[in-house]
């Protein structure tokens, strides 16, 4: 089963199909949970505790045996060790249950079971669903009982079992979700669902490739294709059925370009972003040529994984067809809005790459450029290098370019993409009636186009940073509303490295849970390695963990492949914490103004740098922080702050409180709990 893993957000209640009367909430699928009915957590520290809780949830209402029990989470000592142990583990269970309020736990002689009609659990709401309305399917967030993998080899071949056959329910329903279906975008939802649970799923993919061809997107629709041959050949290593070769045969009869160039997007389908080429770098003096050629298919590869660029395959040779002059028809020949140029030189040992961005819309306006400089390291090394941080800094080039573009109404792209174009540069500025306007726009967005997993994971961040600006009443309503979207961005999309890594944030900085955000932010560097968002966050969370040398390794990495880049007043947080924490204050209240400067509305900046000026003792300069801060933050206080604090280990939490209490930041009362469901 190759289900999406994230986490659900903070709820204001327990979901629709709980047993009346439950007074347990058990999450097994995913990192495993357990709330009492006012939402404490009551999950055992243990993991055999764990894998005894997760064991009799699974078999409810009926109870399992001691001797079985035994046998599965002790199967290598006597029995009378192995009993012994399960005593000791039940009397965990039970007080760890405690809280709850009532006794769930049946314990008898020869048995462990949960009282029927006192427990709800995600499966069994999952295994009484039959019917293609399978609504349900929403609980699916990972793996069953993931990451009690290892409690006991008997146990692991029991839990290896029970997750073939709950594969083999879901798959069933969500294939019923899909049949039901008759609109594209209903179809694309319901296809990627299923391909979230069987990613070798055939009838899946065919799905998927129809869909899209319905909505006027063949491009996609020969790239789901791709992506179906690859699932299968890692899976089952098979290829395509005849049915599946047969509608691949199909879309390419139908198209007026050929598969190569389709692949990459079709010109006259819907597309998501900016059309960009390519083209091989021009040699200057005695380099190679296929140097320059060599690197710009580097660049090309790694530009295809951004899913907000339409990436456009260009001859590999086009200097003889005259593509390389310097004249627009010229350029505009190759069917792009945009592309990547530039110049290979050596001097000595020494190679100079000149890169640079034109829009031809804009009479061939140059947007971006950069320069690398390279000391005869390996030619392979140089090609890796240059199409990492082209990759990394050109996504965020091209989303300013296109947001301006939108805003003035010059934008080619679809009414959807237009409006998310339009409403993250404004999201992103902070500035608080701007900001509104943004989240009107990407809500129309949205409207438009309700399965794009983009729009999603951009609402999602919104409401957190509506939540960490403290721009709403009711906090918990919006943290709430951000993992619902996060988490719907990942079931119709669990491949899209930004999507991975906003979800990530939300998990780490809302949700104060960065341990679980480390594997969604491996998964979409995974998917995308150039992707200097998801490296900074990546950093922060382990900054969250008090892992202060792994945090720095990231942050790096993240400043190698966008040392410029446009939301760097955002993703420098983790530098100016690492900092404060390490009480290198200097250093955090000047990596803080930096910060600031280039994102003045950033209320979490302002936060550090005016906790570091405290312990700094510079009063006066902190009273000017303070005072942006409480415009931005109206009621800011020591006491909010540590109540929202993301930070995991206590003394943390304790330094920034002293150093925001050192600056002069009024100690107030804690935050209220703002649980008004009310939306935004």
Not at 50 to 61: C, E, K, N, T
Not at 121 to 128: A, K, P, Y
Not at 484 to 496: G, K, Q, W
Not at 579 to 604: D, V
């Amino acid at each position: 089963m190759d289900v999406a893993t994230f986490h659900r957000p903070e709820t204001l209640a327990w979901p629709q199909g709980t047993a009346r009367g439950a007074l347990l909430r058990l999450r097994l699928v995913g990192a495993m949970e357990a709330e009492n009915s006012s939402g404490a957590s009551v999950l055992p520290p243990g993991r055999k505790t764990r894998a005894l809780l997760g064991v009799v949830a699974l078999a409810a209402p009926r109870p399992v045996s001691r001797a079985k029990l035994a046998d599965l989470l002790w199967g290598r000592r006597p029995e009378l060790q192995a009993r012994a142990s399960l005593r000791q583990e039940i009397h965990r269970l039970a007080d760890a249950l405690a809280p709850v309020g009532a006794d769930v736990l049946q314990v008898r002689r020869d048995h462990v079971g949960l009282w029927p009609g006192l427990v709800w659990t995600d499966v069994g709401e999952l295994r009484e669903a039959s019917g293609p309305d399978a609504s349900s399917l929403a609980l699916l967030t990972g793996t069953l009982l993931d990451g009690l993998d290892g409690a006991d080899p008997a146990f692991d071949d029991w839990l290896r079992v029970e997750r073939e056959r709950f594969g083999d329910h879901v798959r069933g329903l969500a294939e019923l979700q899909l049949g039901a279906q008759v609109e594209p975008e209903a179809t694309i939802a319901a296809a990627k669902q299923l391909l979230a649970i069987d990613r070798a799923h055939e009838g899946g993919w065919r799905a998927l490739m129809r869909a899209y061809v319905a909505r006027g997107e063949r491009g996609m629709a020969i790239e789901a294709y791709e992506r179906c041959r690859v699932a299968l050949s890692a899976v089952r290593d098979a290829s395509p059925s005849a049915e599946t070769e047969a509608l691949l045969a199909e879309l390419q009869r139908s198209s007026s370009h050929s598969a190569r160039s389709i692949h990459f997007g079709s010109a006259h389908g819907r597309q998501a972003g900016p059309r960009i080429g390519v083209l091989p770098l021009t040699p200057i003096g005695s380099v190679d040529p296929e140097l320059g050629i060599g690197i710009a298919e580097e660049i090309t590869g790694a530009l295809a994984r951004l899913r907000s660029l339409c990436v456009v395959a260009c001859p590999p040779r086009p200097h003889a067809s005259g593509l390389l002059g310097g004249d627009l028809p010229s350029r505009r020949a190759l069917g792009v809005d945009l592309v990547l140029e530039g110049t290979v030189q050596r001097g000595g040992k020494n190679l100079r790459v000149l890169l640079r961005l034109l829009d031809l819309r804009a009479g061939d306006q140059v947007i971006w450029t950069r320069r690398f400089d390279d000391q005869g390291n390996n030619p392979l090394d140089l090609q890796d290098e240059i199409a990492a941080s082209a990759a990394a800094e050109l996504e965020g080039v091209v989303m300013l370019l296109e947001g301006r573009r939108a805003a003035l109404g010059n934008s080619a792209i679809q009414p959807a993409s237009e409006l998310l174009a339009r409403a993250l540069p404004m999201m992103l500025r902070l500035e608080r009636n701007q900001f509104h306007e943004a989240g009107r726009l990407i809500a129309k967005a949205l409207e438009l186009e309700p399965a794009s997993a983009s729009a999603l994971a951009w609402h999602a961040l919104w409401h957190a940073l509506l939540v960490g600006q403290n721009w709403t009443q009711y906090p918990i309503a919006a943290a709430a509303r951000a993992g619902a979207l996060a988490e719907r961005a990942i079931r119709i999309d669990p491949t899209d490295a930004r999507v991975l890594a906003i979800a990530g944030q939300i998990r780490a900085g809302l949700r104060h849970r960065p341990r679980e955000a480390l594997v969604l932010y491996e998964r979409a560097l995974a998917r995308n390695p150039n992707l200097a968002m998801a490296w900074a966050l990546f950093g922060l969370a382990h900054v969250y963990l008090g892992e202060f040398d792994e945090a720095e390794r990231q942050l790096d990495r993240y400043k190698m492949l966008s040392p410029l880049d446009p939301q760097a007043g955002f993703l420098d947080l983790g530098f100016v914490a690492t900092s404060l924490l390490r009480h290198n204050h200097a250093r955090a209240s000047i990596l803080g103004r930096q910060a600031s400067e280039l994102n003045p509305g950033f209320c979490e900046a302002l936060k550090l740098t005016l906790a570091a000026l405290g312990h700094l003792g510079r009063r006066q300069e902190a009273a000017l922080v303070m005072r942006r801060l409480l415009a931005i933050s109206p009621g800011f206080t020591v006491a909010r702050a540590v109540a929202t604090s993301p930070f995991v280990r206590p003394p943390d939490t304790d330094h920034i409180a002293a150093g925001l209490r050192l600056a002069g930041v009024p100690m107030g009362e804690r935050a209220a709990s703002g649980q008004n469901p009310a939306s935004e």
